[in-house]
């Protein structure tokens, strides 16, 4: 049974940074896609980065040139490096993976099998 905890929220002036940590357990990451999405109040939930099972990454234009993902796979784990944050950066970040193939787009919610239970990220201006 999969298991995916998040940690390294908080709350951060804007322009700092974050790091943001998804460990899994159940099985090993390396063979699955995986991604970080968010929601911030009264909003829908948003794909911010993934990273697919050949190591590719893929980015929100929101984020481009700021956050940065990637996975060790011998800690069996998820990062999203956040530089220079902004307060529209605000909400609940959320890893997930997706444990099937098939032909998927990585920003979409719902091609993702397990979801993590969230960390917040608050910036403030």
């Known amino acids: 049974q999969w298991q995916l905890v998040e940690s390294g929220g908080g709350s951060v002036q804007a322009g700092g940074s974050l790091r943001l940590s998804c460990a899994a357990s159940?099985?090993?990451?390396?063979?699955?896609?995986m991604a970080w999405f968010r929601q911030a109040p009264g909003k829908e939930r948003e794909a911010v980065a993934g990273i697919l099972s050949d190591g590719s990454t893929r980015y929100a234009d929101s984020v481009k040139g700021r956050f940065t993902i990637s996975k060790d796979n011998a800690k069996n784990t998820l990062y999203l490096q956040m530089n220079s944050l902004k307060p529209e950066d605000t909400a609940g970040y959320y890893c997930?993976?997706?444990?099937?193939?098939?032909?998927?787009?990585?920003?979409?919610?719902?091609?993702?099998?397990?979801w993590g239970q969230g960390t917040q990220v608050t910036v403030s201006s």
């Open positions: 997930a993976a997706r444990t099937y193939g098939g032909i998927w787009d990585w920003a979409f919610s719902v091609e993702y099998n397990y």
């Open positions: 159940g099985v090993t990451i390396s063979r699955y896609g």
